[in-house]
């Protein structure tokens, strides 16, 4: 499906809307905040899950991340995770092979 269908179908799923100082610039600001968040971070066969504290600003600070992540970086599935009691706030972000690569260069 087209831009007109509201779908873009890539032969290839590596497919980020960011120039190079754009990514370099998200990286400095977002990425590294999200990154100092987080409390703990485990590797998964096809990407990682981030843990962030229970509160207010972990969860707007993931809201953030993956509102402009999933429109450049239209492969990775976000999943995230909200225990009960204020507990931790687990953020899964997987993909295609070499997600998990991909990820460890940006996020982790």
Do not use: Y
Not at 46 to 69: N, P, W, Y
Not at 71 to 87: K, M
Request: charged share 25%; aromatic share 6%; hydrophobic share 35%.
């Amino acid at each position: 499906m087209d831009r007109q269908g509201g779908n873009m179908v890539h032969d290839n799923p590596w497919v980020c809307n960011l120039s190079g100082a754009e990514l370099q610039q998200r990286k400095g600001t977002l990425h590294a905040e999200f990154k100092s968040a987080c409390v703990s971070t485990e590797e998964l066969p096809d990407g990682h899950q981030f843990r962030l504290a229970g509160d207010r600003k972990a969860l707007a600070l993931i809201a953030d991340l993956t509102g402009v992540e999933r429109e450049c970086c239209r492969f990775l599935t976000f999943q995230r995770n909200v225990e009960p009691s204020l507990g931790p706030i687990s953020l899964r972000v997987t993909g295609p092979t070499g997600a998990k690569e991909f990820l460890k260069s940006t996020l982790a």
